[in-house]
C-alpha cells in the first residue's frame, strides 16, 4: 500500500532529552513537510524540504533539526532547546509543492 | 500576514445539514482546502478548489467560495455519525506554503 508513516505513535520525552521522529513515504514524492498541531490552534510549519539533502525552516523552527539523506525518509528531532515540546507532530508530502498535501497519521509528544 | 479563522465549535443533528465557515486573509491564495481529522489520526484531504472557482460538489459535499469576501465554506448534506470529526480549512499561498484555520469540531448528535 503506498502512504506516509509515522513511527511511534506515542512518544515520551524526558527532560534534557532529545528525541528523534519519524516519517517514511513510498509515493515517490519529491516534497516533505513536518507540522506542529496544539489544542485549538491550526497546524504550524517546523520544517519542509523540496529535494533531497535540502531543508527550509517554517514558522516554528527554533528547537526542532531535520535531515532528508532519503527521498522516502525526513526525520524530525525534537532538541533539548525545544521547552515545550508537548503537541501532536504531523508529517506530509506532496509530489512537488504546487500539489496537495497528504498527511501521515501523526506521532503524539509527551513530556516526562 | 496570513490569517485563516474559523469557529471552534459545531453541533447538528443527524440527518441534517451542517455548514462550516472559514475566512482568509491572502488575496494571492491559489487552492483552498478542507482537511478532515478524527481523533487521535491525521488529517484526510476532503476536497479542495482553486481560487478562481466559486462551488465545487462532490457527493455528500459542497465548498463555496466567495473570493470577494475571503470566506470559503463546507457544507455537508444529510450529516452522519460518522461526520464527527474536527475539520481544518487551509488556504495555499503564492509560495506553495499552506495555512491552517484552528479547525471547527463538528459534534453530530444521534
Known amino acids: 500500500d503506498g502512504g506516509i508513516t509515522q513511527s511511534p505513535k506515542y512518544l515520551f520525552r524526558k527532560e534534557g532529552q532529545n528525541v528523534t521522529l519519524s516519517c517514511e513515504q513510498n509515493?515517490?514524492?519529491?516534497?516533505m513537510y513536518w507540522y506542529r498541531q496544539d489544542p485549538g490552534q491550526g497546524l504550524r510549519l517546523i520544517y519542509y524540504s523540496q529535494i533531497v539533502n535540502d531543508f527550509q525552516k517554517g514558522d516554528i523552527a527554533e528547537g526542532y533539526s531535520v535531515s532528508r539523506e532519503k527521498k522516502e525518509s525526513f526525520p524530525l528531532t525534537v532538541t533539548s532547546a525545544q521547552k515545550n515540546p508537548t503537541a501532536f507532530y504531523l508529517c506530509?508530502?506532496?509530489?512537488?509543492?504546487?500539489?496537495?498535501?497528504?498527511f501521515g497519521p501523526g506521532t503524539r509528544l509527551l513530556v516526562l | 500576514g496570513e490569517d485563516v479563522e474559523q469557529s471552534l465549535f459545531l453541533s447538528v443533528r443527524e440527518g441534517d445539514s451542517s455548514v462550516i465557515n472559514c475566512t482568509y486573509t491572502d488575496s494571492s491564495s491559489t487552492y483552498l482546502y478542507w482537511y478532515k481529522q478524527e481523533p487521535g489520526a491525521g488529517l484526510q484531504l476532503l476536497t479542495y478548489i482553486f481560487s478562481n472557482m466559486d462551488m465545487k460538489q462532490d457527493q455528500r459535499l459542497t465548498v463555496l467560495l466567495n473570493k470577494k469576501d475571503k470566506h470559503l465554506s463546507l457544507r455537508i448534506a444529510d450529516t452522519q455519525t460518522g461526520d464527527s470529526a474536527i475539520y481544518f480549512c487551509?488556504?495555499?499561498?503564492?509560495?506553495?506554503?499552506?495555512?491552517f484555520g484552528t479547525g471547527t469540531r463538528l459534534t453530530v448528535i444521534p
Open positions: 487551509a488556504e495555499k499561498t503564492g509560495a506553495n506554503n499552506l495555512f
Open positions: 509515493l515517490n514524492h519529491d516534497a
Open positions: 506530509a508530502s506532496n509530489r512537488d509543492r504546487q500539489e496537495t498535501q497528504y
